[in-house]
Each structure stands twice: as C-alpha cells, then as structure tokens.
C-alpha cells in the first residue's frame, strides 16, 4: 500500500516537473522568439532597402513598395508576437501567435529577397526553432500559416506558387507537403524529446522523493536525536541533583563512600570521605597502603587485618578506627564495605562507606558516663537515704542521750563515781555521733560548713598529728605549693579526709614507707571524666597524698570509693573512710583522681575548685566551758518528745522562759492565743508542717520572733526546706546542751544587735 | 476572462491587419505590367541583328529596376535549361539625357556574367518601342526565321523568381516540346516610364 502511495506521489511530482519544465522551456522559447523576430524584422528592413530601395519607371523613382513592407507589415507581424512573449511568456496565445507571426515574417521575407529558393529555409528553420516549444500544437498553427498562404495564391496567383498560370487546388498541398513533412519529423522528436523530458522528471521526483525520505528520516532522526539530547541532559541534570543530594546527604550524615579496586590496587573515594580523611585529591586512586597512613597508627593492623579477612571470605567488612588527621585531630570512624568477586570468585572490588561516628562515640561515651553517675548516685541516693534515715532518728536519740548525760554531768560532783560511767557514755555518743557524721558524709549528705581556706594551712597544722597517726616506719613528706589558690571547703572535713587517706597510706605500707602529701595549682585546660563524673576545666588547687605502699589493681580501684568496700580485715576497716572522702570532696565541687600500681604505690589527687577569697581562718577556738545564760521566752517546737525535753530542760535551767509544742500547728496555735516570744527553736523535719513552714507563718503573725532551726538530717532535704541560707540559724543534731545553750545564746543576741543597729 | 477577450479581439486585429497588407503586398507583386505591341516578325529595322541559326531572346531590362534581377536569374535558368540552343540579347535602357554609365550598373553586370548573353543599351528605349516592350522584364522569343514565338515575362510574380508560365513556355518552344503558351504577364518597373502601362 505503501508503495502504491509513494508511486503516485512520485508520478504526480513527476507530472508536476513534466510541466514545470515544459513551461520553462516554453518560456525559455518564447524570449527566444521575443530576440529572433525582433532581429529578423531589421533584417528584413536591411534586406529591403538593400535589394529593392525603389521602384523605377524610366528615369523616375520612388520607394519601392518592399521597404514599406518590411517596415510596417514586419513591424506588425513582429510587434504582436514579441508583445505576448514579454507580457505572457509561456501562454499558448504567445507560441500561437509567435507561430503566426513567425510564418507570415518568412513569407514577408521570402517576397523581400525576391523568392529566393534560399529563404525558402526561413520556413524550415523557423519550424525548427517553433519545435523548441515541444508543442506540435504551434507547428499545427505554423503549417496552417503556410498552408492558408499557398492556397490563397494558388487561387489567386496560381503562377507566383505553382509556376502556371492555373493550377488545381491539390497543387497547394504539394507545397503544404513539405512543410508536413518536416513537421512530422519535428513532432516526432517532440514526442522523443517530451518522453525523455518526462523520463527526467520522473527521475527528479524520484530523487526528490529519495531526499525528501533522506530529509524526512534525517528530521526524524534530528528529532530523536534532539529529544535524546533533551532526555539525556534531564537524566544529567538530574543525576548531578541526584549526587548533589547525595553528596549532601553525605556530607550532613558525616558518611563518604569509596571503592578499592584490588586488582589495580587503586582507591577511589567520594568528595566527604577525603573530607572526612583531610585526604588530598591527587591521593585519588593511590594505593591501599598510602590510604593506610591516615588510620590512627595504632589501629592501623586491626583495619588491615579486617580488610584482609573480608577479601579471603568475602564477609562484609565492619570495622570501627580511628582516623589520624593531618592537623593531628584523631576522629572515629566506622567502615562498611562489601567484597565484588568476578566470575573465578575472586576479589575484584572493595566498595564501601566510612561514617565519622566520633560525635556519636562520644556521645554513647557520655550517656555511659551519665548512665553510670546515674547509676552511681541513684547507689549514693539509696545509701544516702538509707543514711539520713537513720542519721535522722540516731541523731535524736544521741541528742537525747549526750543531752541528759551531760545534763547529768552537771549535776553531779566532780568526785562522784558515777562521773565517769556518764563521761563514757559521753564519749560514745560522740564516737557514734562521727560515725553518723560519716555516714552522711559519704552519702554527700552531711551539713559543710565550707570556708575559704589554704590547703597549706590546713595541711601543715595536721603535721604533727598526722606523724603520730602513721608511725616512726613511715616517712611524711610534705611540698606545699607557693601562693597556692584558695579553696572553698569545710577545713574540719578536709581535715577528715587527709586523714582518712594518710589512713589508708599508712595500712597499705605495713613495712613503712614514704608519704608525701603536697599542695599545687592547677589549671586543667579541658574537661576529664572520672567515675561517672566530669571534673570541667578551670582552675584547680591541688592536694596529692601519696605512698609507695602494696599499690591496687584496677579491680580495687573500680570499687575503691564505694561504701562498706574495703580491702582491710575485719574489725579494721569499716569501708567509709575513701568513701567519705569522695563524698566530702564532691560535695565540695571537687573531685578525687587515683593513680596506682600494684607494688609501686597509690597516689590520690584531690582537685579542689580554686576561688579567689581572702583566707579565712580555718581553725576553730575552743568552746567556753561557762554555758550562757537568758531571761527571753523560747518556744521550742519538736515532735520528737525527748528532744524537745531534752531543750526545754536545758533552756529552763539557763533561765529562760519556754513552751513547747510538739508541732507546728500547736506551735502557731500558742502564738496566736498571744504568746510572745523572743525565739522560736524548732525542728525542720516534721509532720503536718516543716520548720521553714512554720517560719514564714511565724512570720507573718510575729515578724520580730527569731527562729532557730536543728535538725539531724541531710543537706539535701535540709537544703529543700531552704533553712541552710545564711539569714537562718540553724543548729545541727545531735547537740550537748552546751552548744544548744550558746546556738540559743547567740541567736538571740544576733537578733537583738540587728535591732539596735 | 476580460483580458482574453482583449487578447483575441487584438489578435483578430492583428491577423486581419496583417492579412490586408500581405494581400496588399501580393496584389502589388502579382500585378502584371504593362506591354506593348509587339510585331509577329522580326522588325526589320530593328538595330540588333537576329539570329539566323536558331531562336533569338531579346529581354528588355530597366538598368535599376530590382524586380529584374529576378528575370536575369530566371534567363540563366532559362538558357542553362536550353543547353545552348538559345542565345539572348538583355537591352538596358539607356535615356539619352543621362550619361552612358547610367545603365551599366549591378544589373548590367549580372546580365553580361550570363554565358551567351549579350548586353546592350537601348537608347532611350528605341529597340523597346520598337518591340511593345513597356515593362522591365519583357522577354520576346522569335525563331530562326524571325517569327514571334513567345512575348511577356519569365518570373512568377514581380521581383520573384521561380517557376513561371513564360519561362517553361520559352524552354518548351526551344526544345520544341510543344506548347500552347505564347504569352505570359511581365511583372517589374515601368521601362520607360510608363511603369504601369495597361496590359492589352
């Protein structure tokens, strides 16, 4: 079907290029002719006046009758003709007329040049050119010309065609004949030459149908090609989007990819892992080893190691290192990659990622640590409530025991036997009330009393009692740093806890040995984690104790400030003493570093926070043995019934004037049935309401009362009740009466003095 | 459609045009001149001597008529077609007014260049009168005993050469083939001034 189409596509071209070219060469002919007769009309003037110039009779002349001929009868045969050839080249009325006017010009010249036999040829030849047309019409028309000529002659002057003076009229196609004869020939070759121009046209059409098939496939293939271009540079636009996300997105996840052909033993990275590597870009396609240099040294052989095993089993290589950078920054890095084997199964391709996971390294490391203080402090919280509790209620009761016992003392003579069984009672009650101090101590929950101290201080005035303490076998050495900063600290628990140490130097040099305790700044230029906790930057002072004793492992070390942990035998040790150290030095906002080797010694580093304080003194004078006396009201306020005998008992013997309740609310209920009183002693702790409750509502009814806190409990919840602020008195349990006489004392003094002033 | 009606109109025109001046042109060449009488025997005071062995041709030309350069043409074919049995005497007028050489120009030549051809001058048309020969062109034929055998003109039309009754009438008479024509129209110039002298 196609090919019948395409056919007569083409013959129709082929028709339309036939015609196209016939009418080219009609009006090719057609100028021709428009040249020709124009040519041949002067030729026959010239003839004219050249053969027959005038016409004679004897002697006269006049213009022969030839030149008007040629001159007028040639211009009219010639002007309409040559008209239509330049006005309507390639109509038929033109050839037609060319025709015509072409044979009646060789008629006109054949009577100008007298008949010859020569011009004859005019007839022939112009048939001739006519043919150029490739019309056999136009030699129709001619012929008919020649025809009509002879036989209007023949008729009417048979003579000037036939030679005779009558002739029939068959004679007029004689002549006619010749013309037809050549004519027949000129349509002939006009046939000929048509047949040949249509060959040639169909030909053109073929070719132009084989271009406009190569034209149309070369658009179409121009077309595919441009949306191929257009599809191909989306794909590219797209990819580079592609990989700018993904570069991104590696950059962003801190993730780099790379590719280890092994056969070349070439590595290839992507832009994020020489980032990550500080890798440089002609380092592209080195070598594994030369890439081997920016792993940290020391992991250098577990990597390859890792490498090594991935290509002989082909497992996924997984391997966390560290990466050594060029400015010296050490990053952590975790590696992926899969193995690519050929057809033999051998390794060709290593391709894989490495992610910088040294943020999220430390970040696990420090939700380690948090998760370990957590873990360590909610010990603490257990044992320290544990403790409270206890100390809380022991503290009443040694209160109460150290209170009536001394209260007892009092009373008795100095020689009464049953003073000393009281002074024995007095000593226990101390010695359990420094064992409740401890327990709270540990438990970070004890009631400081910090000041700003020297270290150096503290330490030289416990030389002469720590040389006594560790024995002649032991060797005290103390270096005490100059213009050592000062510390912020209870010198009393500091006091405990060099001691408490020089303890513990001493038992673990059971041949004697050396301790040296020394003093120093220090300026920590980055945070350190120890135990769970992080010691921040800043500046420190410093309080080494060392000895070069039995040493610990690091089992030892990693349960050394626990509580009740201890290495000693039983009845030595109790296993608070390291723990009230760290205790007291973490409540004092520092921190304790253990450095020890088995058989090489321990040395302990207390950091303490450095303050810029004048010193105060650290010391304490000795308590005036003449208890203080009063005539004020006291209301004391305790739900603990023996405590609260115990002070009413001692502020009535110092002359006071006291109530009692044994709550807030009785407290308050006394105050507002119009009691007055100059101070209000009351316990924090208590049922229904606390101390710093009933504080404010005492306030609020008596502004100028003073109140006077004690509790036996722990910092914390002392703490949460808001009494520890210095605008409070506060007295801590357990008390003797005399420290409860004078607390009342100078309390009530203090409150006095602020009045006057 | 208008201007094809112009078109045709204007080519009707142009061939009716065309077609009055040709028949104009060939009136004017078909149109015979005029004669004289001519006598049935040799004049015998005609000037020019006659032949006595054969037929003599006497053609009567005006020296600047073009039309007769198509008689002298047509008098070389008429005695190369003879084939020597016919001599031919062509007399120029000569006015006496005008110097000799008047009459001696191109066709003068041309006629002396025909083998067995005689050139002569006719004397303010003398020999012409005395023939009735009044168009340039007028042939007479007389035999070896001075009869006439043909009188008129040997082309077809005035200026044109070609076949004509008096030149194929004259060929006949002189290859004594027999024929009936004795006359033919002269066609050309007046020859002595009378260039359109009545025929008879």
């Known amino acids: 079907m196609k090919t019948r189409e395409d056919a007569q596509a083409i013959a129709k071209r082929a028709a339309e290029l036939f015609r196209e070219q016939k009418e080219a060469i009609v009006q090719h002919t057609d100028r021709l002719f428009g040249r020709i007769m124009l040519w041949q009309w002067v030729a026959g003037i010239a003839a004219a006046v050249l053969l027959s110039p005038r016409a004679w009779s004897g002697t006269q002349s006049t213009i022969h009758l030839h030149v008007f001929a040629a001159v007028f009868l040639g211009g009219l045969f010639t002007a309409f003709p040559v008209l239509l050839a330049r006005t309507r080249p390639g109509q038929a009325v033109t050839r037609h007329a060319v025709a015509v006017g072409q044979m009646l010009m060789s008629a006109l010249l054949i009577h100008l040049t007298g008949g010859r036999i020569e011009t004859h040829f005019h007839v022939f030849g112009s048939l001739a050119i006519l043919a150029f047309y490739r019309d056999w019409r136009v030699l129709i028309s001619a012929s008919a010309v020649v025809y009509v000529d002879h036989l209007v002659r023949g008729f009417f002057w048979p003579q000037s065609v036939y030679g005779v003076l009558a002739a029939p009229v068959w004679r007029s196609l004689e002549h006619a004949g010749w013309v037809i004869f050549e004519v027949t020939f000129l349509v002939i070759s006009i046939r000929k030459s048509l047949g040949e121009t249509y060959t040639v046209a169909e030909r053109q059409a073929r070719l132009e149908a084989m271009k406009e098939g190569i034209e149309a496939t070369v658009a179409e293939r121009t077309e595919e090609l441009q949306r191929e271009n257009a599809e191909r540079r989306q794909a590219e636009e797209e990819l580079k989007r592609s990989e700018a996300q993904l570069a991104e997105a590696q950059h962003m996840a801190r993730l780099g990819s790379w590719e280890w052909d092994v056969m070349k033993n070439q590595v290839t990275w992507s832009e994020e892992t020489r980032r990550l590597y500080g890798l440089h870009p002609e380092d592209l396609g080195a070598p594994m080893e030369q890439n081997m240099d920016h792993v940290h040294p020391d992991d250098r052989a577990r990597v390859r190691e890792a490498l090594a095993e991935s290509l002989r089993t082909g497992q996924m290589f997984v391997c966390d290192h560290r990466a050594l950078l060029p400015d010296g920054t050490v990053c952590i890095m975790h590696g992926l990659a899969n193995v690519i084997r050929d057809d033999q199964g051998r390794a060709v391709k290593m391709i894989g990622t490495t992610q910088d996971v040294t943020e999220t390294k430390r970040a696990e490391e420090a939700l380690r640590r948090s998760e370990e203080q957590l873990r360590q402090a909610q010990k603490m919280e257990a044992v320290g409530r544990l403790a409270g509790g206890v100390a809380h209620d022991f503290n009443n009761l040694l209160t109460v025991i150290n209170g009536f016992s001394g209260l007892s003392l009092l009373s008795l003579r100095a020689k009464d036997p049953l003073r000393k069984n009281l002074e024995e009672v007095q000593n226990a009650t101390e010695r359990a009330a420094a064992l409740t101090s401890q327990l709270l101590a540990f438990s970070r929950k004890q009631v400081l009393k910090p000041r700003v101290l020297n270290l150096n201080n503290v330490v030289s005035g416990m030389e002469k009692m720590l040389r006594r303490l560790i024995g002649e076998d032991i060797e005290l050495s103390t270096s005490f740093g100059t213009e050592l900063g000062r510390v912020k600290a209870d010198p009393g628990q500091m006091e405990q806890v060099i001691m408490n140490m020089a303890v513990n130097a001493r038992d673990a040099m059971p041949r004697g040995g050396k301790l040296t305790i020394r003093t120093g700044n220090v300026l920590m230029d980055e945070s350190s984690f120890f135990r769970g906790r992080e010691m921040e930057k800043g500046s420190y002072v410093l309080l080494a104790i060392s000895d070069n004793g039995v040493g610990m492992t690091d089992e030892i070390k990693a349960h050394l400030f626990e509580p009740f942990f201890t290495t000693k035998g039983v009845g030595r040790g109790t296993g608070l003493g390291l723990a009230t150290c760290y205790g007291i030095v973490s409540q004092s906002g520092g921190d304790i570093r253990v450095y020890s080797e088995p058989n090489r010694g321990t040395s302990f580093k207390i950091y303490l926070p450095r303050v810029d304080a004048a010193t105060a003194a650290a010391a304490t004078g000795p308590q005036d043995e003449a208890l203080p006396t009063g005539t004020e009201s006291v209301l004391v306020v305790e739900d603990e019934a023996a405590v609260r005998r115990l002070a009413t008992t001692v502020l009535r013997d110092r002359g006071y004037q006291v109530q009692e309740a044994r709550d807030g609310a009785e407290a308050l209920g006394i105050i507002g049935e119009g009691g007055r009183f100059d101070l209000v002693v009351t316990d924090v702790i208590m049922p229904k309401m606390s101390g710093k409750e009933l504080n404010d509502r005492i306030k609020r009814l008596a502004p100028q009362t003073k109140v006077l806190f004690m509790s036996g409990y722990t910092d914390d919840a002392l703490a949460l009740h808001g009494v520890l602020e210095p605008e409070f008195a506060f007295l801590e349990k357990p008390f003797s009466p005399g420290r409860f006489a004078r607390k009342v004392r100078e309390t009530i003094d203090t409150a006095i003095l602020a009045k006057a002033c | ?200």
């Open chain 2, 1 to 200: 459609m208008r201007n094809v009606h112009w078109l045709v109109c204007i080519a009707a025109v142009w061939l009716v045009l065309g077609a009055v001046g040709f028949w104009a042109l060939l009136k004017y060449e078909n149109t015979p001149g005029g004669r004289g009488v001519t006598p049935s025997q040799w004049p015998a005071e005609a000037q020019i001597a006659r032949r006595t062995g054969g037929p003599a041709l006497i053609l009567f030309a005006h020296p600047k008529c073009p039309c007769t350069r198509a008689s002298l043409n047509e008098l070389n074919r008429l005695l190369a077609r003879c084939g020597g049995k016919l001599t031919a005497t062509v007399l120029f007028f000569q006015p006496g007014a005008r110097g000799e050489n008047w009459a001696r120009g191109a066709l003068w030549n041309s006629a002396a260049a025909i083998p067995g051809v005689t050139v002569r001058a006719d004397s303010d048309g003398t020999e012409a009168r005395r023939f009735g020969a009044a168009t340039s062109g007028f042939t007479v034929l007389y035999d070896a005993e001075g009869r006439l055998q043909f009188e008129g003109g040997i082309t077809p039309g005035r200026g044109h050469e070609g076949d004509s009754a008096g030149a194929q009438a004259i060929a006949s008479i002189v290859g004594r083939n027999g024929t009936k024509v004795r006359q033919a129209p002269v066609f050309g110039c007046g020859l002595m001034g009378l260039c359109r002298s009545p025929g008879r």
